[in-house]
């Protein structure tokens, strides 16, 4: 990490205490993806010494699960489920209705994906000060709470 990236990164997340991941946040820190992974971990650490709160829609834990479903990778599929499972101070909200309907919201205001839609909606709703991930169209579109775009802070 360059290192005025990183005092960008750490001012920002320093702020954050009810934090949005979006999948491919969750993906780079799961695979270990470079440059992404240290960013990433940083607010995992903070998820894990009580700073933060991670929150997920079910849709994220569909969308981590299908590559080791598809590669039929036993050990993928164990190390995303012990990491949605035994990760504390991550929560993860199912879609019900009234994520459904702030989605349907954010989705007419937005025209984002209904998947991306969910993402945010989910986000709102558990009162998150921010999502985190690497999705330009989100970041672009997402104007009722501050995405994090990785690739911002890439240097």
Do not use: C
């Given at each position: 990490?360059?290192?005025?990236?990183?005092?960008?990164?750490?001012?920002?997340?320093?702020?954050?205490?009810?934090?949005?991941?979006?999948?491919?946040?969750?993906?780079?820190?799961?695979?270990?993806?470079?440059?992404?992974?240290?960013?990433?971990?940083?607010?995992?650490?903070?998820?894990?010494?009580?700073?933060?709160?991670?929150?997920?829609?079910?849709?994220?834990?569909?969308?981590?699960?299908?590559?080791?479903?598809?590669?039929?990778?036993?050990?993928?599929?164990?190390?995303?489920?012990?990491?949605?499972?035994?990760?504390?101070?991550?929560?993860?909200?199912?879609?019900?209705?009234?994520?459904?309907?702030?989605?349907?919201?954010?989705?007419?205001?937005?025209r984002l994906s209904p998947p991306d839609a969910i993402i945010v909606a989910t986000a709102l709703e558990e009162r998150c000060d921010a999502i985190?991930?690497?999705?330009?169209?989100?970041?672009?579109?997402?104007?009722?709470?501050?995405?994090?775009?990785?690739?911002?802070?890439i240097s």
């Open positions: 990490m360059g290192r005025r990236m990183t005092t960008l990164w750490e001012e920002h997340i320093r702020s954050v205490r009810r934090i949005g991941f979006d999948s491919n946040a969750l993906i780079y820190f799961l695979e270990g993806r470079q440059p992404y992974y240290e960013y990433v971990a940083q607010v995992v650490a903070m998820l894990e010494r009580g700073q933060a709160k991670g929150y997920v829609s079910t849709i994220v834990e569909m969308e981590l699960l299908v590559k080791p479903m598809r590669e039929r990778d036993t050990a993928g599929l164990d190390k995303i489920e012990l990491f949605l499972r035994g990760q504390n101070n991550l929560f993860i909200r199912p879609v019900d209705r009234i994520v459904a309907r702030r989605a349907a919201d954010t989705r007419a205001r937005t985190i991930g690497n999705d330009s169209v989100i970041a672009s579109r997402a104007t009722n709470i501050p995405y994090l775009y990785l690739d911002d802070y």
